[in-house]
T-cell receptor, first 115, second 112 residues
Framework: EAGVAQSPRYKIIEKRQSVAFWCNPI?????LYWYQQILGQGPKLLIQFQNNGVVDDSQLPKDRFSAERLKGVDSTLKIQPAKLEDSAVYLC?????????????FGEGSRLTVL | GENVEQHPSTLSVQEGDSAVIKCTYS??????FPWYKQELGKRPQLIIDIRSNVGEKKDQRIAVTLNKTAKHFSLHITETQPEDSAVYFC???????????FGTGTSLTVIP
């Protein structure tokens, strides 16, 4: 079974520039998550989708971050304009829906460095 | 929302000794508690989980205990090996909403 795919793996940009990350979840997983993991900290939920609808985006800095999941499969997370404090690993994860809470499967992450 | 606290932040043990990591949570509706292991530069991977209808679960050298009354759960690793060295994260979730809240992580070093 293919895992969660993310790209790019690494990105270096200057502050005020924009960046986009892409995620392809495991086939059949209706729930998709974007987490921000700052060095030395635990993953922090940015946004959660179920199919193509948003379940929770309460911690997404909406003035600069946006995310979409067209057709309920792939998702894109965009940051515009980037700030220094956005330097982090952006983890995409997916899980089954329609059963008791199940395992989160993570992608390898996209490491963003903002200079 | 849920608040998950994890201790200690770093832990060093001699090979063969046991390691214990503890987490507390705030939302009494949380009913699923997974533990993830993250090796340097790699993705977090599930190593064990426990649901609220049981108090303990064991898988070879790894065990997890849950005290719902006190709202805390712990990871126990026995006979530690150097390959156990990694960052471990606890998480809490409830079925409604399927949201996961993570602790801040414990960096475990097993000294050969």
């Amino acid at each position: 079974e293919a895992g969660v795919a993310q790209s790019p793996r690494y990105k270096i940009i200057e502050k005020r520039q924009s960046v986009a990350f892409w995620c392809n979840p495991i086939s059949g997983h209706a729930t998709l998550y974007w987490y921000q993991q700052i060095l030395g900290q635990g993953p922090k939920l940015l946004i959660q989708f179920q199919n193509n609808g948003v379940v929770d985006d309460s911690q997404l800095p909406k003035d600069r971050f946006s995310a979409e999941r067209l057709k309920g499969v792939d998702s894109t997370l965009k940051i515009q304009p980037a700030k220094l404090e956005d330097s982090a690993v952006y983890l995409c994860a997916s899980s089954w829906t329609g059963q008791v809470t199940g395992e989160l499967f993570f992608g390898e992450g996209s490491r963003l460095t903002v200079l | 929302g849920e608040n998950v606290e994890q201790h200690p932040s770093t832990l060093s043990v001699q090979e063969g000794d046991s390691a214990v990591i503890k987490c507390t949570y705030s939302d009494s509706a949380s009913n699923y508690f997974p533990w993830y292991k993250q090796e340097l530069g790699k993705r977090p991977q599930l190593i064990i989980d426990i649901r609220s209808n049981v108090g303990e679960k064991k898988d070879q050298r790894i065990a997890v205990t849950l005290n719902k009354t006190a709202k805390h759960f712990s990871l126990h690793i026995t006979e530690t090996q150097p390959e156990d060295s990694a960052v471990y994260f606890c998480a809490a979730s409830r079925t409604t909403g399927n949201q996961f809240y993570f602790g801040t992580g414990t960096s475990l070093t097993v000294i050969p």
